[in-house]
């Protein structure tokens, strides 16, 4: 059911925003950081919108001034032997948002993500990197972007990565589990990328917005970079727990999809337009940390 949230507070010019995909982990927070920033929100979720039906979306949009699409197709390895569903939704669905949203007179956020790379740089990727997604998800997200930008050229497309979030499956949350389950846990250390607090992501949507900045590219992710095994140490470490964690190989995980090995964006274009980019992973990691674990 669409979700109306009214403005806590008024800071800077009000707006009405359009959050799609708003029961996601992303999308809840961006729900929450728009309505503190003092605008009026809605959210809305798949039973209340199908983005892949043009006409329907052309209705949804109109009357909203900022359309935030955090909707997705976000099942990797499901996306090997489902491309076409997948592409509907990550491409189809986007290119209708972005043509509504043209249509409307509304700024179109649109969230993607470094799967569009090939994973095989070693330093980080700045904004305008060749595209060579390595996977059907990769691809599908590709293809959202160029069609975005095609129908919305002033649209906003922020790439992220490994995020986790209080409000849905996330990494830490998986790992804070089973670390009171096991003696030991074993997490690949051959995969580099920079864990991004959904809570940081939404805020940087809601800034970039109120400072105009320009139609394109940005990369939304922590500052810094570490392995997998090096923040689930981080994670075992803030759970309270003492469980050991063992590096190990993407080898020994053998999953439809490959993986980046490393996923690691560069922020030259937040600076660019004068916006600060998120901080550092470890440091924003302690503060999201109690929430993210709901600790007491």
């Known amino acids: 059911m669409a979700e109306d949230l009214g403005a806590t507070r008024t800071q800077g010019t009000a707006g009405r925003w359009l959050v799609v995909g708003a029961a996601g982990m992303l999308g809840q927070d961006v729900l929450t950081a728009a309505v503190d920033a003092g605008h009026q929100v809605t959210g809305i979720g798949r039973s209340d919108l199908d983005i892949t039906d043009a006409g329907a979306t052309r209705a949804a949009v109109a009357g909203y001034d900022v359309v935030v699409n955090c909707a997705a197709w976000t099942a990797v390895d499901d996306a090997e032997t489902h491309e076409p569903e997948a592409f509907a939704v990550n491409a189809t669905g986007a290119a209708n948002l972005a043509r509504a949203a043209a249509a409307a007179g509304a700024r179109l956020v ?22 060579e997604p390595r996977s059907a998800y990769g691809r599908t997200k590709a293809a959202g972007e160029r069609a975005v930008r095609a129908e919305a050229p002033d649209a906003v497309v922020v790439r992220t990565a490994w995020l986790y979030g209080a409000g849905g499956r996330c990494f830490p949350r998986t790992i804070a589990r089973v670390a009171g389950e096991r003696d030991r846990l074993s997490v690949v250390d051959d995969q580099t990328g920079q864990p991004t607090w959904t809570a940081d992501l939404a805020d940087l949507i809601v800034r970039l917005v109120g400072a105009e900045a320009p139609g394109g590219i940005y990369h939304g992710t922590s500052s810094g970079q570490v392995t997998w095994c090096g923040f689930a140490r981080e994670v075992v470490a803030a759970s309270g727990q003492v469980t050991p964690v063992d590096p190990t190989t993407s080898a020994a995980y053998q999953l439809p999809a490959p993986r980046p090995v490393y996923s690691v964006l560069g922020h030259d274009r937040l600076r660019e337009v004068g916006v600060r980019p998120i901080g550092d992973w470890a440091e924003r990691w302690k503060v999201a940390a109690p929430t993210v674990l709901a600790l007491s």
């Open 110 to 131: 649109h969230v993607s993500t470094d799967y569009v790379f090939d994973g095989r740089a070693t330093e980080p990727y700045p904004e305008d990197a060749p595209v």
